[in-house]
């Protein structure tokens, strides 16, 4: 019964700041990098023994996977970056301050743009300075002016489905560390959420999420690790 992990990044600078990251490159804080610790610890603790780990090309689960491993003892594991495992893109919103993004716009509006399944916050401005589409990792990618939780699941699970899913059916336990809406993606499509039940599910910073799979691969409950 292979075990499927999810982790999403620990605390980020623009975590710690409350604004809106979505594709732009940020770092783990120092209490970021603390959680990816402990949850290293815990998952070390707990007997989990990933056979194979995949992360965005997002700084901030990478380093959330490296200093968990490393905390394993397993920092050679074989692991897989994706962008298609990316953060969803803010668009316009990305690099302001949510508070003052709702006091400019109102609560409802934000938590429109924040929490509705397919409506997309205003697209990034050509010229903005946290465009990404010159950085060398989405070279020949297509980089997205904005996403709404449904564009990311309809990047997220066709890579689920190629790239994961085949590992999971040889039987390996898989770790994935990425982010609150690619991971959200997961969980909606392993636990059969429903499009208005999934804008509510929120996913804390570094607390190891495991799905026992079955031998068809069909998921059990999932759960915290913290509680096994």
């Keep these: 019964m292979p075990k499927l992990i999810l982790i999403r990044h620990g ?13 732009w490159d940020v770092d783990v804080t120092e209490k970021g990098a603390a959680e990816a610790k402990a949850a290293g610890a815990l998952m070390k603790e707990k007997g989990i023994h990933p056979a194979i ?23 050679w594991l074989p692991v897989t970056k994706n962008w298609q495992l990316n953060e969803r893109h803010y ?8 508070q003052q993004t709702r006091d400019k716009h109102g609560d409802e509006q934000v ?19 946290f465009e990404m589409a010159n950085d060398p990792r989405y070279a020949g990618i297509k980089v997205p002016r904005a996403e709404s ?9 066709p890579y689920w489905e190629s790239a994961i899913v ?16 690619s991971l959200r993606a997961l ?3 392993l636990s059969g959420i429903s499009d ?27 759960y915290y690790l913290a509680d096994s």
Aim: charged share 25%.
């Design 11 to 23: 605390q980020s600078q623009w975590n710690l700041e409350n604004r809106f990251t979505g594709w």
């Design 53 to 75: 780990g995949f992360t965005s090309v997002q700084t901030r689960a990478i380093k959330t996977m490296n200093i968990a491993l490393e905390e394993m003892g397993m920092l």
């Design 91 to 98: 668009g316009g919103l990305t690099g302001l301050d949510k």
């Design 111 to 129: 938590h429109i743009w924040r929490r509705s399944f397919d409506v997309p916050p205003p697209p990034m401005e050509e010229g903005s300075p």
């Design 149 to 157: 939780l449904k564009d990311t699941i309809e990047r997220v699970l």
């Design 166 to 181: 085949p590992e999971l059916k040889a039987g390996k336990d898989v770790l994935i560390s990425a982010h609150g809406n």
């Design 187 to 189: 969980v909606k499509h």
């Design 196 to 222: 208005e039940d999934i804008t509510g599910l929120e996913i804390p910073t570094g607390q190891p999420i495991v799905y026992d799979m079955a031998g068809d691969l069909a998921p059990g409950e999932r």
